[in-house]
């Protein structure tokens, strides 16, 4: 049995206290019953499965000069500072699109695709293939009304100002989940699946198919710590405080690796797989499927 991150005498003494009412009745509202858009449609699995069989790429994107660096495929220019680097597959042909989400004017720039509004500055942006057309949709999520903006699909109310969204497919059924994690109680809600307990305030949530079933797992890194807390799966240190927790399969054994990025030294430590030296105190760590538009 592995420990509880939930463990009230860890908590950080940041932790805020959250009035009782407030909780109950902001657990209320995220719990309320939302229509299911009908547009947010099975996703084919053998797509998904297909691409993360190949080891994930080692990336950086440099805000000081916009140009990304993906080892073994060279370095491209994309972007300016600022911007937050949003890669996927936006045009369905199978390889990922460089793409930056601009705060400033809320424009999607993807590289040799298109430039779209969506989003306003204060959104994060959440790109996925929230209708399983082989096509990473354009989303954002809004701090402010807690509310999915999904481009072409859906706008749904899941959430709160404060939370962190994680959308995943954590039932395995293909489609990608609608989920937040909420730090003031540390708590995940995800839509129509579950309302989970794990981890505290100050934590990084972590969700990856950490075990290749093909269902995201609940997780959190802990920088306090460099503690990762795989929910019915693992306790394992690994990395310390100022790195940066980075997603990823870099074997290519269709199971997530512990991994982070050290800002100090500019390595990548991924466990059971290699250290490597990738990218400069500042860079924008980054891993994407193998097949890479560049
Ligand atoms: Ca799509
Ligand atoms: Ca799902
Ligand atoms: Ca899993
Ligand atoms: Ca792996």
């Known amino acids: ?39 947010l449609a099975a996703t084919p699995e053998a797509a998904q499965v297909t691409q993360v069989r190949q080891p994930s790429t080692i990336a950086v994107f440099r805000p000081s000069n916009g140009t990304w660096y993906f080892r073994g495929l060279g370095a491209v220019g994309y972007g300016l500072p600022g911007d937050v680097p949003v890669a996927g597959d936006y045009n369905g042909d199978r390889r990922v699109d460089l793409a930056v989400w601009r705060p400033s004017d809320g424009k999607w720039y993807i590289r040799g695709v298109a430039i779209v509004p969506w ?73 129509g699946i579950a309302t989970v307990p794990y981890g505290l305030n100050g934590d990084i949530p972590v969700p990856r198919d950490y075990n290749g079933d093909n269902r995201a797992d609940i997780g959190v890194w802990r920088p306090s710590t460099g503690i990762w807390y795989i929910r019915g799966i693992s306790t394992v240190q690994w990395g310390r405080p100022g790195d940066i927790p980075v997603g990823g399969d870099f074997n290519g054994d269709n199971k997530a690796d512990l991994a982070v990025f050290r800002p100090s030294d500019g390595r990548w430590y991924i466990r059971y797989v290699a250290t490597v030296p990738w990218g400069l105190r500042g860079d924008i760590p980054l891993s994407t499927p193998a097949r890479v538009a560049l």
């Open 1 to 39: 049995m592995h420990a509880n991150p939930s463990t009230r005498r860890r908590t950080p003494p940041r932790r805020r206290a959250v009035a009782g009412a407030a909780l109950a009745a902001a657990v209320a509202t995220v719990l309320a019953p939302v229509a299911a858009p009908g547009a």
């Open 119 to 191: 989003g306003l500055n204060g959104d994060i942006p959440v790109p996925r293939d929230y209708n399983g057309d082989g096509r990473v949709d354009l989303a954002v999520w809004r701090p402010s009304d807690g509310k999915w903006y999904i481009r072409g699909v859906a706008t749904v109310p899941w959430g709160l100002n404060g939370d962190i969204p994680v959308p995943r497919d954590y039932n395995g059924d293909g489609r990608v989940d609608l989920a937040v994690f909420r730090p003031s109680n540390g708590t995940w809600y995800i839509r």
